[in-house]
């Protein structure tokens, strides 16, 4: 908020959507008066490093099938080693209380350590590889590393390696990009979208659609200027009307 420089504008219906527009620039990163808006790079001069929020969850929407599968495959699996807290100035290990789950009150975490479990993986990945493409190219990846290690497919893999092997199973459909991708992307564009409105006077919707001069608008030219995806009225239109959605939606729930 602290970013954002009222206008002088002059013609009331013009009233601000400038500075909208300029408010997604900056944050973002981009400084509106450089030389380098439009090359869809950042220079090292006038402008400063891209946000890192913005940074993932652009990077997000851009990855790859495979990208997500390498992801959601490190992400599984993963067994408490040990977990160490602070108290009275002393750290104290909770590892076996917190393994049986017998813990009794919470406190600040000092340390924790996770490893992958390759049996606790496949299992994780069994159930979600009969639904979900991600999940099924992590299961194959997870079988390939044990096939090329030497080290035996987990018990729970078995039967599925060996239909996908011979055929029997296939890749569940995928229509158009993960749907995870852009999770990231669409609630802080969501965000940005009801920043704009409640600080200036522009609707966040418009009714000339790409015409118009809405927060939808500004967010939509901006992105424009800055060459990132997505780039019109419509898509941030669609975001928009999923706001509810979007801002209900577990962040930190694995990939």
């Known amino acids: 908020m602290g970013r954002f420089i009222p206008c002088n504008c002059d013609r009331p219906y013009d009233k601000c959507y400038r500075c909208a527009v300029e408010y997604v620039l900056r944050e973002l990163g981009w400084n509106p008066n450089c030389q380098c808006l439009g090359s869809g790079t950042l220079c090292d001069e006038e402008c400063g490093p891209i946000r890192a929020d913005w940074a993932i969850a652009l990077a997000m929407a851009d990855a ?15 067994k408490l080693q040990r977990l160490l807290i602070a108290k009275d ?3 104290v290990d909770i590892t076996e209380e917190a393994l049986s789950e017998s813990l009794t009150a919470r406190n600040e975490v000092h340390f924790a350590h996770y490893a992958p479990d390759v049996e606790k993986a496949a299992i994780e990945l069994n159930s979600e ?8 190219d992590a299961a194959r990846h997870l079988v390939a590393k044990q096939i090329r290690l ?10 599925w390696a060996a239909d996908t092997i011979v055929g029997s199973n296939k890749r569940p459909k995928q ?6 991708a ?9 965000g940005l979208i009801g920043d704009i409105a409640d ?21 939509a030219e901006g992105f424009s200027l800055l060459r990132l995806q997505p780039d019109s ?20 729930e694995r990939v």
């Open 64 to 78: 790859t099938s495979s990208e997500f599968a390498f992801q959601r495959l490190n992400s599984r699996g993963m």
């Open 89 to 91: 100035g002393h750290e």
């Open 129 to 136: 590889a009969q639904t979900d493409p991600i999940s099924f």
């Open 150 to 159: 030497g080290h035996p497919i987990p018990e729970a893999l078995r039967e």
């Open 175 to 180: 229509k158009g990009k993960y749907r995870g």
């Open 182 to 190: 852009t999770l990231r992307r669409d609630r802080l564009i969501a």
């Open 199 to 219: 600080m200036t006077n522009l609707k966040p919707t418009a009714g000339k659609r790409g015409e118009g001069t809405s927060a939808c608008n500004a967010v």
């Open 233 to 252: 009225y419509e898509s941030m239109l669609k975001i928009w009307r999923r706001r509810k959605e979007l801002s209900e939606f577990n962040f930190h």
